[in-house]
């Protein structure tokens, strides 16, 4: 029994030195862990008369309960003091503003083509869908570039490792223009159509992107003039520039058009004087021109009842000229450099 109270003080005098929880946890191991000091003393017990085994194992049972009762207690006392210390180290000040969370917000590009939409739907233009992989007879044939033609060299195309159909190879567009004849196949003419889709091309440099995104419009009723392709595009340069932008159109030759136009606005980086971007204070943004007879046709409309006007922009590229922009080079754009995208 002396040995009991002993091995009881024993464990006050090292409960009074532990300084910490590592320290706390050794104790409980040295005197109550299941090869402990008081687990040796209890086998002990087996070595008794049997009279004597039940009453030392009563007052064995006792000292127990205290060697347990002296380790919660210590317990305890490091359990207050870390609430005591955690109250004071996770104190905060409930009244200061709160710091939002980062948010992302729309790329430039994706505004762009939402601006541009709702700038066309105020004027009775209806978005449709445009096929970003075709059948190359919509992206050529149909657009009057026969097999063979020299003029589907310029588009240096991209051709889908895929078997060839009724109406040809298929093909990553090299523009949207594909639309056209989809959509003189299935709306009634007249109607007013926007499509925005992606163009694939083998180009890279300041001013070209080899994915880029493109927006067309065509617009079929009878008497469609070259003044309704002028009126339209210059109300979109000056919805979109704004109204001190300058806009010229340029005879050029697509085979899709006839008579075929490419537009031009002042340079919005350097202001007109000329820069490694436009060379020479106007950019180029878009082809243009009344469609030609013989796409009408490919679409199943008579061109001797109606006529169209149909003109393309590059997005990025039209987007770079918004005043203020001051963006050098379009591949920026696609950096993924955050420093630059979240200006906007």
């Known amino acids: 029994m002396s040995k009991l109270e002993s091995l009881e003080e024993e464990l006050k005098r090292a409960l009074v030195v532990v300084g910490d929880e590592a320290g706390l946890e050794s104790v409980r191991v040295e005197f109550l862990g299941r090869k402990g000091k008081l687990a040796e003393a209890m ?18 049972n006792e000292v127990k309960e205290k060697m347990e009762a002296l380790f919660g207690a210590k317990h305890n006392s490091f359990e207050h003091k870390k609430s005591s ?6 104190w905060i000040d409930v009244t200061l503003p709160g710091v939002a969370p980062a948010e992302g917000h729309l790329h430039l590009t994706t505004q762009a083509i939402m601006e541009i939409e709702q700038i066309f739907n105020r004027i009775g233009f209806t978005r449709i869908p445009v096929p970003e992989v075709d059948w190359d007879w919509y992206a050529f044939e149909g657009l009057n570039m026969p097999k ?5 060299d310029d588009w240096e195309t991209f051709f889908v490792d895929a078997p060839e159909g009724k109406k040809g190879k298929i093909v990553a567009v090299p523009h949207v223009s594909n639309a056209q004849v ?3 196949e299935t709306m009634k003419p007249p109607f007013r159509a926007l499509y925005i889709g992606k163009a694939f091309r083998r ?8 994915i880029h995104n493109q927006f067309e419009v065509m617009m079929v009723d009878k008497d469609v003039t070259i003044v309704h392709l002028k009126g339209v595009i210059e109300h979109f340069v000056h919805e979109y520039f704004g109204y001190d932008r300058q806009v010229r159109i340029r005879p050029h030759h697509f085979r899709f058009t006839e008579p075929s ?13 000329g820069c490694r971007l436009c060379k020479e204070g106007w950019l180029e943004l878009a082809g243009a021109g ?8 490919a679409g199943g409309v008579d061109p001797n009842e109606y006529s169209a006007l149909a003109f393309a922009f590059g997005i990025e590229r039209t987007y770079m000229m918004r005043e203020g922009m001051r963006v050098g080079d379009i ?7 955050l420093r630059f995208l979240q200006q906007f």
């Open 43 to 60: 086998k002990k017990l087996g070595e008794l008369p049997v009279q004597e085994r039940k009453r030392m194992g009563v007052e064995l």
């Open 85 to 90: 210390m955690l109250a004071e180290s996770e």
């Open 148 to 152: 063979q033609h020299p003029a589907r």
């Open 182 to 184: 989809r959509a003189l």
């Open 203 to 210: 180009q890279s440099d300041v001013s070209h992107l080899p």
């Open 261 to 273: 136009f490419e537009i031009d606005i002042s340079c919005g980086f350097c202001g007109g004087e």
């Open 290 to 297: 009344m469609t030609h007879p013989n796409v009408l046709k």
């Open 331 to 337: 591949r920026v754009l696609y950096k993924n450099d």
